[in-house]
């Protein structure tokens, strides 16, 4: 079965036109994404990570959940069922943090604050292997080295400078 995405302009008003997931993106028009940071209520961050199967950053851990909305979703609907997906997590509230817009793709990246058991993590197969929770410090760390995809990191870029993690 195809995945279905509703087309948008750069601003994000509606381009009243379907995109199939896999197929080109006609040029002006865009998909949305939603991105959830996970931090537990005792201040932790969660990273998952990829499986090394994946054609983009295989084997590296991201500091996200995420991926493309649906037709009809809006970018929170979007960001919950991934994050359920992705973690097994539900939440109903997500702070939004950001909105990036790069080549074909609008990113609304959310951070979500949880109160679950941190065992409790699902790994869903094809996207995830492994996951890990990681102090505010080690979080900083992962942020200022090579290991944090590179364009994750300009997506998040003006939270990460606003809550002190870039050096």
């Not at 995945?3 to 601003?11: K, L, N, Q, R």
């Not at 197929?23 to 209520?41: A, C, D, F, N, T």
Request: glycine share 8%; charged share 25%; proline share 4%.
């Amino acid at each position: 079965m195809k995945e279905i995405w509703d087309g948008y302009f750069s601003d994000g008003t509606p381009a009243n036109n379907d995109i199939v997931r896999g197929e080109e993106i006609p040029k002006g028009i865009y998909h949305l994404v939603s991105e959830i940071l996970i931090k537990h209520v005792d201040g932790d961050i969660l990273l998952m990570l990829r499986d090394p199967s994946k054609q983009n950053f295989g084997g590296y851990y991201e500091a996200t959940c995420g991926g493309s909305a649906l037709k009809g979703e809006d970018p929170l609907m979007c960001a919950k069922r991934e994050m359920l997906e992705e973690t097994g997590i539900t939440a109903e509230v997500m702070e939004p943090i950001g909105v990036y817009v790069s080549h074909d793709t609008i990113y609304h990246n959310y951070i979500c604050t949880v109160d679950c058991d941190k065992n409790s993590v699902r790994l869903q197969i094809g996207e995830t292997v492994d996951f890990k929770w990681v102090t505010e410090k080690e979080f900083a760390d992962f942020v200022n080295s090579d290991k944090m995809i590179p364009v994750q990191k300009i997506r998040y870029m003006s939270y990460l400078i606003k809550q002190g993690y870039v050096e």
